[in-house]
């Protein structure tokens, strides 16, 4: 498998005063170990019950925690509220600056949500991005907390701004409300792939999700499942889309800018739609493992 950094920030989830490792990077950085990937984690955690419970949670996963990521500093914390559809919202309680930041040789870069739009990481990864090896495939998930956001010119410019400097962007149509009002799915990929993105896509929630490219569209539908909570969802689709792109021809195609297959596309994002599909029945940020999305996948006739 080839080897990955992911960027960002990694917190708890509070849910019921139970503690939970999550953040949107950490998510998809175990998402991807979890599918066998070697991952590297660059992140903000403390020496804390908090940090050394992620700490655990990486190491279980499979994923490595990179040199610095740990510090005196408080581990960040996110208060999750559910509601009754079990859609989850936070209120958050941040330490994520990401200190230095190298380059690596890594076949895939990876970063998104707070870290990067929030000042001053949000800069830190745009050089980091900007340093990348040429032949390094770079993918970026906005995964807003409007919430958190401090000026909202500011974070529109960085996260556009990472936006053009990705292969592979992904966003959920919430996302993109906040982020483009009264513009459709349409214009809004159109938009991400004109700024520099190869592959632009959004997901729906259960109305699936649709990939755009230069030549080509493809829309998938979501898994027909009981849904526990949506913690972690897109995060496992990000992982899956990823896990689907990276060992196969679609990662060469995306860097050098290739007419992409169609086919090959589609295949991924029915990797994807099942990575999340399977989290959304589970409690909590629990994407699958290698052995349990090839085990569905071949249940399911893929």
Same mark, same amino acid.
């Given at each position: ?146 919430? *958190? ?45 004109? *700024? ?9 929630? #259960? ?68 990575? #999340? ?26």
């Amino acid at each position: 498998m080839v080897s990955i950094q992911v960027a960002g920030e990694a917190l708890v989830d509070i849910v019921n005063s139970v503690a939970h490792p999550g953040g949107s990077p950490l998510n998809v950085a175990v998402g991807l170990g979890r599918l066998g990937h070697e991952v590297k984690l660059t992140t903000d955690i403390g020496t804390d019950e908090h940090g050394r419970l992620i700490a655990d949670h990486l190491q279980g996963s499979g994923v490595e925690l990179a040199e610095g990521s740990q510090s005196a500093a408080p581990t960040s914390t996110a208060t999750v509220v559910l509601d009754g559809s079990a859609n989850a919202s936070y209120e958050f309680e941040l330490n994520c600056s990401l200190g230095k930041l190298a380059a690596s040789d890594a076949s895939l870069l990876h970063t998104g949500s707070i870290a990067a739009f929030r000042s001053p990481s949000a800069e830190k990864l745009i050089d980091l991005f900007l340093a990348a090896p040429p032949n390094q495939l770079r993918s970026y998930d906005p995964n807003l907390r409007p919430a *958190l956001v401090e000026n909202r010119a500011k974070a529109i410019s960085h996260i556009e701004k990472l936006s053009s400097l990705a292969h592979v962007v992904k966003l959920s149509d919430e996302d993109s409300m906040w982020l483009y009002p009264g513009w459709d799915a349409d214009r809004v990929l159109e938009h991400l792939l004109d *700024l520099g993105a190869s592959l632009a896509v959004m997901t729906f929630g #259960a109305r699936g999700a649709e990939a755009r490219t230069r030549n080509c569209e493809v829309v998938v539908p979501s898994l027909s499942v009981p849904t526990v909570d949506t913690v972690g969802a897109g995060d496992a689709f990000m992982a899956g889309l990823l896990h689907g792109i990276v060992d196969g021809p679609l990662a060469q195609d995306l860097r050098d800018g290739s007419r992409l297959d169609r086919a090959e596309l589609e295949a991924a994002l029915q990797i994807a739609a099942a990575c #999340a599909g399977m989290t959304v029945a589970r409690t909590g940020a629990n994407p699958p493992t290698l052995g349990e999305l090839n085990e569905f996948m071949a249940g399911a006739g893929r």
